[in-house]
C-alpha cells in the first residue's frame, strides 16, 4: 500500500507560483502512473495533470496548459506540480494520486491511491 502526502499549498496572490510536492512511502511509486487533481468548492474534482511511470508523457487539463508543470523525482520517491501564473480560478484542494497499473491516461480516469490533499487559495 502506498501512502501519499501532499504538501507546498498556501495563500498566494494572482500571478503567483507554487510548487506542489507529493511524497510517497509504503512502496517506491517509480513504476506509478501519477497525477495531480483539484476540487474547488462546490464542484467535482477535476483532472489537473498527470504523468508517467518514465517521465516522458504528460497530460494536462486545457486551463493550466502553459502555466503549469507536472514532474518526478523517482529517486526521491516524490511528484512535484510547478504551478506558475496562478489565478484565482486555480483555487482548490489539490489531490496527488498514483496508480500502479494504471498510465498517464487511464489515471485521469480513476486512480486507487490517493493524498490528503493540499489547499490552494490565490486571491485576486
Known amino acids: 500500500q502506498v501512502q501519499l502526502v501532499e504538501s507546498g499549498g498556501g495563500l498566494v496572490q494572482a500571478g503567483d507560483s507554487l510548487r506542489l510536492s507529493c511524497a510517497a512511502s509504503g512502496r517506491t511509486i517509480s513504476s506509478s502512473a501519477m497525477g495531480w487533481f483539484r476540487q474547488a468548492p462546490g464542484k467535482e474534482r477535476e483532472f489537473v495533470a498527470t504523468i508517467s511511470s518514465s517521465g516522458r508523457t504528460t497530460y494536462y487539463t486545457d486551463s493550466v496548459k502553459g502555466r503549469f508543470t507536472i514532474s518526478r523525482d523517482n529517486a526521491k520517491n516524490t511528484v512535484y506540480l510547478q504551478m506558475n501564473s496562478l489565478k484565482p480560478e486555480d483555487t482548490a484542494v489539490y489531490y496527488c494520486?498514483?496508480?500502479?497499473?494504471?498510465?498517464?491516461?487511464?489515471?485521469?480516469?480513476?486512480?486507487?491511491?490517493w493524498g490528503q490533499g493540499t489547499q490552494v487559495t490565490v486571491s485576486s
Open positions: 494520486a498514483a496508480d500502479p497499473s494504471g498510465t498517464a491516461q487511464s489515471i485521469r480516469g480513476r486512480a486507487p491511491h
